[in-house]
């Protein structure tokens, strides 16, 4: 397996001086492409900043962050946005969408701006993830009527037009009533299992139970780590066990 994601010695701090606030403390990890990774831990404990970290969105402070065999911090601002606008897919909590514009036309957005694409390739892909996602007939819907999880789906099909190498998720499903967060968490799975890297952040072990490794985080360091086998709609309930029994040990 190749490696997509290694960070080495990264370490981030926010502030200075007094106000001085060590956030990651020297986390060393390698995600290799095709893994489908949770990142857990008490809230503060970091996860999102070391997924800023991984992603480029933020610098880090010391250590170096080598993404498709790109090292982050020797890309040009430019480089940097076009490696992430081509080879990785946000999910966040609730998707950014445009109010003034209808669903189609937010999910090609930011595909739009890449000018070697032609309008007519882009939205025929896009139609192809709306129909994957469940949302297909709502092409022309205004996003104000849209419900929590079709908004999800609409940002989903964002994240995934420019066929990224690694979907980055932060709580992805932590808006969501349950069945719509199944739902959601069903796709990300057959996103993952088609190929996709994915990593998400989240504080729900029913979501973690279904990836394949933890990375259980606790005061800016990575506390432990588990595999889990490639869930496949079997023994859920065993697998939330082994991820609270962790969490338990931890005190997360
Ligand atoms: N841009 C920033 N400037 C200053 N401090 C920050 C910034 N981003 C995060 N922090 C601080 O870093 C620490 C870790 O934040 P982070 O969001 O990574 O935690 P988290 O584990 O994702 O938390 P949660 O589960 O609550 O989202 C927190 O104390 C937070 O206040």
Redo the contacts with the bound molecule.
């Keep these: 397996m190749k490696n997509i994601i290694t960070a080495q010695n990264i370490i981030k701090k926010?502030?200075v001086g007094d106000e001085e606030?060590v956030?990651l403390r020297d986390i060393s990890l390698t995600i290799q492409a095709g893994e489908f990774v949770a990142i857990m831990?008490p809230?503060?404990?970091?996860?999102?900043?070391l997924m800023h970290a991984l992603s480029g969105m933020d610098k880090v402070t010391e250590g170096q962050v080598t993404f498709d065999g790109k090292v982050l911090a020797l890309l040009k601002e430019n480089e940097l946005a076009d490696l992430r606008r081509n080879k990785m897919g946000f999910i966040f909590q609730q998707p950014t969408l445009l109010k003034n514009i209808n669903v189609l036309d937010n999910i090609i957005l930011p595909a739009m701006r890449d000018k070697r694409k032609h309008r007519s390739t882009i939205i025929k892909k896009a139609q192809e993830l709306m129909e994957r996602t469940g949302i297909s007939g709502l092409e022309k819907r205004d996003i104000t009527q849209m419900s929590g999880g079709q908004l999800q789906r609409a940002g989903i099909c964002r994240a995934l037009l420019s066929n990224p190498k690694v979907i980055f998720g932060d709580e992805p499903t932590g808006a969501l009533n349950s069945k719509s967060a199944k739902e959601i968490m069903n796709i990300i799975t057959q996103i993952n299992q088609n190929g996709t890297t994915v990593m998400l952040?989240t504080?729900d072990a029913q979501v973690a139970a279904k990836t394949e490794r933890i990375l259980f985080m606790r005061d800016g360091q990575i506390a432990t780590e588990m595999t889990l086998p490639r869930y496949n709609g079997q023994d859920l309930h065993e697998r939330i066990d082994k991820v609270t029994a962790i969490m338990k040990e931890l005190g997360i």
Excluded: A, I, L, M
């Excluded at 809230?43 to 900043?49: N, V």
């Design positions: 926010f502030g606030q956030v831990g809230s503060g404990s970091g996860k999102s900043t952040v504080h």
